[in-house]
């Protein structure tokens, strides 16, 4: 079966779902790595915390990679998340200064500026009184709105519209056809044909709007002197640098900017589907965070401290990622490794899956895992946990890199909505989200309706 372990995937489990059920019979064996074989490629998934930490950090140079894929002829997989070694410490180098703190700032207004438009469009929509909106369509809007202007300072409005060419482009990327799941089997488990028949994981089309749009946006702003607040700003910037080891090439740029789209756009949209679905589910939850909001924010101009040093919204959202992560961790081993405390061996090119899910989703970690509590991620309960059992965003070296932004984007858009409207469940919100079983990123299955009031 070339799907190995994973013939349920894209079926009756996501997965992430598939990688929980063998975590938990690797964990009731008492072990701490069980072996797997993931659409013919030899894998292991990890069960105990202290080898997840020494994967992730100490041992870190040994697991470079994500994925066993062939760059050689995919010019946007050339970024941060599928680059390893030299290449990827240089890019990173480069790249970490535009996820900078005053960076994000800087950032902070333009974030803004696509809120207003979400403040406005809630407002359009209950006009009248109460009203069902589907919030997976409102947060795929506001998000790709805002990763437009940050990325590339395009104006999407995909709030009014949602059958732009982006829209269109995002589709593409994130339907996990059968099609997309085989040429993913092939990419995986045969490098060398894969090179040898140049076949890539994204689609041409894919390619071609990208680097379109990244040329013509380049070309526009240089032949008319433009500059603006936004990330290819700064990677224009490092384009036109004299320093060789600083500058980047047209090619890295758009690579970079297809996995900011790419990476930031399924996990801030669904984070805040999620988010607003347990908040309606949980009127007292959602009164207490509105209750902080307004007391730091109240109805003054907001601004980046003001919005960060929300605590218990910042609870909120670690308890959404907590329950709903992202996706699993992926390594690849370079050389042999020899399990810390064992006589066992992995031997090199064999992927390591570090299971989010999994184990965000342990009873022994978080007691009742499927309830809501943001009281997870209070002072004295973050210190009384193992810290790698929360890894929405990764750890060590090859943490993402775009968190901070994409928090900031999180915790500005609750606000926004928090301080006008109340979120409550409709006779059609589900009691419970799962999982897109097509889906590699956790995005939740089917429409999510919730019922939206104006609360002056």
């Not at 680097?211 to 526009?220: G, K, M």
């Not at 500059?227 to 890295?252: G, M, V, Y």
């Not at 059992?389 to 060590?396: A, Q, R």
């Not at 606000?415 to 469940?425: D, Q, S």
Request: glycine fraction near 4%; hydrophobic fraction near 40%; proline fraction near 6%.
């Amino acid at each position: 079966m070339i799907y190995g372990n994973y013939k349920n995937v894209g079926h009756s489990e996501s997965i992430q779902e598939t990688n929980q059920r063998m975590y938990n019979e690797f964990k009731a064996r008492n072990v701490s790595i069980g072996g797997v074989i993931a659409y013919m490629v030899r894998a292991v998934i990890v069960v105990d915390p202290e080898l997840m930490k020494s994967i992730l950090v100490k041992d870190s140079a040994n697991f470079p990679g994500r994925a066993n894929f062939n760059l050689e002829f995919e010019p946007l997989l050339g970024n941060l998340f599928f680059l390893e070694g030299e290449a990827w410490r240089l890019l990173r180098m480069k790249i970490a200064p535009m996820f900078s703190l005053s960076k994000i700032r800087v950032m902070f207004e333009t974030i803004l500026e696509v809120e207003d438009q979400l403040e406005n469009y809630l407002m359009d929509a209950t006009a009248n009184g109460g009203q069902e909106l589907e919030m997976k369509y409102i947060m795929a809007g506001n998000t790709m709105d805002v990763i437009g202007t940050c990325a590339l300072g395009i104006k999407c409005n995909s709030l009014r519209d949602n059958n732009s060419e982006l829209h269109k482009i995002f589709n593409e990327i994130t339907d996990q056809t059968p099609v997309k799941l085989l040429l993913l089997t092939i990419l995986l488990s045969f490098k060398r044909l894969s090179a040898m028949f140049k076949i890539k994981p994204t689609i041409a089309n894919v390619e071609k709007f990208f680097v379109e749009l990244v040329r013509s946006t380049i070309d526009y702003r240089e032949k008319n002197n433009i500059q603006r607040n936004d990330f290819l700003n700064l990677l224009i910037q490092l384009k036109n640098s004299d320093d060789p080891e600083e500058s980047l090439t047209i090619e890295e740029i758009t690579a970079q900017v297809f996995f900011f789209f790419w990476a930031g756009f399924d996990t801030s949209a669904s984070g805040l589907v999620c988010c607003l679905h347990e908040l309606a589910m949980n009127p007292d939850i959602q009164e207490k965070v509105r209750s902080e909001i307004m007391r730091v924010c109240d109805d003054r101009v907001l601004t980046y401290e003001r919005v960060s040093s929300v605590e218990y919204l910042n609870m909120v959202i670690d308890e959404t990622f907590r329950k709903y992560p992202p996706g699993d961790l992926h390594r690849n081993i370079l050389q042999d490794y020899q399990v810390p405390g064992s006589d066992l061996k992995l031997p090199a090119n064999t992927m390591v899956i570090i299971p989010t899910f999994a184990i965000h989703h342990d009873p022994e970690h978080y007691p009742e895992p499927e309830r809501f509590d943001p009281e997870r991620f209070n002072a004295t309960n973050r210190a009384n946990r193992h810290p790698y059992v929360y890894l929405p965003f990764g750890k060590g070296p090859r943490y993402c890199i775009g968190m901070r932004f994409g928090l900031t984007q999180v915790q500005a858009a609750l606000v926004t909505i928090l301080r006008k409207f109340r979120v409550k469940p409709s006779p059609n919100t589900p009691l419970r989200l799962r999982r897109d079983p097509k889906s590699a990123v956790g995005v939740p299955l089917g429409p999510v309706p919730l019922l939206i009031e104006r609360l002056v």
